[in-house]
């Protein structure tokens, strides 16, 4: 019941973060086509506008220095795929970020020479473009978008963070409204706010790869008119910028009006500036860059990336958390057998793969949890009843473990700054929320072991109830810490001090011996002891007997 509940609160607190929403194509193109009444308060008088032109790519027509690209004469390319195929949710989504990161960090340090972003999609989340963007931004690999068939919404936006975009003939790009997580439209307050933000963002992206910024801004703002004039320094404008001119040129063509979205053809992108041209697939493109690639890969999806958008949900992680302290407590209960530890190890194994896959886990949480697991085993299986190992190594393992949901990506010095981008905010505070629910389940699976008698390395004498075994448990009745009984219970196995018995099962070094026909949780002072061995008790430590095997 505690997992649903769990499972309830995760979706509660999704984010109601804005969603990028494709426009009808058909109302997006005839807005594109719609031409202005012709002006004379410019210079000269309007002209009929050329018909867009096709241009294909051919050798050297997209001029790689034009974009900034600086690629040697047999370049290593990869090719990453951007649909929603390849997402969680259907669309552009944290998953598909991740997925994106992880291979522009492996462009970046396999050396490769260029990224093509396959693009055909129908948008996405607002926050996980802008942190696709952020990442091609940072990749310090020239990133280019291939468009097939469709860029709508968010593929729109992840298309301007490239520094070039190419697109397949009869394809389109644009219609990128934003909406809320239940596909409404937003208040007129949030409609205003979006829009200029939006706005401002594919500015920048404009900036910085040298498309035309009141196209672009057409995508997004729904608020403004488009217009195309024949003033050779400012082709496009907004009517915002249109109204502020001294002198006015002459209005050619009205790409969009108010309360509309642009979406651009293929050939409409090219006409404006926004693409370098069309081409039929990823080798046109190559042969447009006047390039012969050395090698061309295809980063797709992996089967174990599949299995790990299967259990993308962080309540998965939990879950395996809690199963594997719940193996580590049996095995320490009732130690001998192994299979706790495996399973405890396996779960694990499992945790920190999806941590990696969900950009949470790095080096640092490895590092930490590796630590962990090596002080603990010294504490069970080399110097039992030390304590300082084992406690260490307990905390070490659980901070790993929280640690682990905060998101490897984010900066969290630009987040105490004020200076962190809304997508990190989101994912950190996503971070905080799991890594919160994690310690809990942690404390709570620990106090129920502890309760059920399990003996924890390093946190044995903090138990709840004496774990005594044979007939001392009929000593005073339920021991309590400090209580009759628990004295009882200690002094009857200080009694067995020098006493001889035998392994009754393996002990590695933890286990159970047989004294006077009774069973008692031992530990092996010096390590793996077969079943049947004659072994002599030298000290008690917490609740089990420190033995040794007796040398005839």
């Not at 973060?17 to 012709?38: C, F, V």
């Not at 690209?69 to 390849?86: A, G, H, R, T, Y």
């Not at 009732?334 to 495996?342: I, R």
């Amino acid at each position: 019941m505690a997992l649903i509940l769990l499972l309830a609160v995760s979706i509660a607190c999704a984010a109601d973060a804005p969603k990028l929403e494709s426009t009808d194509t058909s109302t997006a193109t005839s807005t594109a086509s719609t031409t202005s009444t012709s002006t004379s308060t410019g210079v000269g008088a309007a002209t009929s506008p050329a018909p867009p032109l096709s241009i294909p790519v051919m050798k050297g027509s997209l001029n790689p220095a034009k974009h900034g690209l600086i690629l040697p004469p047999n370049p290593k390319v990869m090719v990453i795929p951007v649909n929603d195929e390849n997402t969680k949710e259907g669309y552009i989504d944290e998953w598909q970020a991740a997925f994106i990161e992880r291979r522009l960090k492996t462009a970046r340090n396999e050396k490769y020479d260029l990224v093509v972003l396959e693009i055909d999609t129908w948008g996405g989340l607002v926050n996980s473009c802008n942190r696709i963007n952020s990442a091609v931004a940072n990749c310090g690999v020239p990133v280019i978008a291939y468009v097939r068939t469709k860029a709508f919404s968010g593929g729109a936006i992840l298309s301007l963070g490239c520094k070039a975009i190419v697109m397949e003939p009869g394809s389109q790009i644009g219609g990128a409204l934003a909406i809320d997580m239940q596909g409404h439209d937003l208040n007129k307050d949030m409609r205003i706010k979006e829009n200029s933000t939006m706005a401002a963002s594919v500015k920048v992206l404009c900036d910085r790869n040298n498309y035309p910024i009141p196209v672009a801004q057409g995508m997004v703002d729904s608020g403004i008119d488009v217009l195309e004039t024949n003033d050779l320094k400012q082709r496009f404008m907004t009517n915002l910028d249109y109204d502020i001119q001294g002198v006015k040129p002459v209005i050619i063509k009205k790409w969009k009006a108010k309360g509309e979205i642009l979406t651009l053809t293929a050939n409409e992108a090219v006409n404006t500036g926004i693409a370098a041209g069309t081409a039929n697939d990823v080798d046109e493109v190559m042969l447009g860059l006047g390039v012969k690639p050395a090698s061309m890969e295809l980063f797709d999806i992996s089967a174990s990336e599949k299995a790990a958008r299967a259990l993308s949900h962080p309540l998965w992680r939990v879950l395996f958390v809690v199963i594997g302290l719940i193996s580590l407590f049996l095995e320490l209960k009732s130690p001998g057998h192994g299979a706790g530890y495996l399973g405890f190890a396996l779960c694990m194994g499992i945790f920190f793969w999806l941590q990696i896959f969900a950009s949470n886990a790095g080096m640092i949480e490895l590092v930490l949890f590796g630590a962990g697991a090596a002080l603990v085993a010294l504490e069970i299986f080399v110097l039992p009843g030390v304590g300082v190992l084992g406690f260490a190594g307990f905390v070490l393992l659980m901070s790993s473990i929280v640690l682990s949901f905060l998101p490897e990506g984010v900066s969290i010095s630009n987040i105490w700054t004020g200076k962190g981008q809304d997508w990190e905010m989101q994912l950190l505070n996503k971070g905080l929320m799991w890594s919160a629910i994690t310690l809990i389940s942690i404390v709570g699976v620990v106090i129920v072991g502890l309760l059920k008698g399990a003996t924890l390395p390093g946190l044995s004498r903090m138990a709840l109830t004496a774990q005594v075994g044979g007939n001392v448990k009929s000593l005073g009745g339920p021991a309590t810490p400090g209580g009759p009984a628990a004295s009882a219970a200690k002094l009857a196995l200080d009694a067995l001090v020098g006493q001889n018995g035998t392994a009754e099962t393996v002990l590695r070094p933890a286990g159970k011996v047989r004294l006077n026909g009774v069973t008692y949780d031992a530990v092996s002072e010096g390590g793996f002891l077969k079943p049947g061995v004659n072994v002599t008790v030298l000290r008690v430590s917490a609740n089990s007997l420190i033995v040794r095997e007796l040398i005839s």
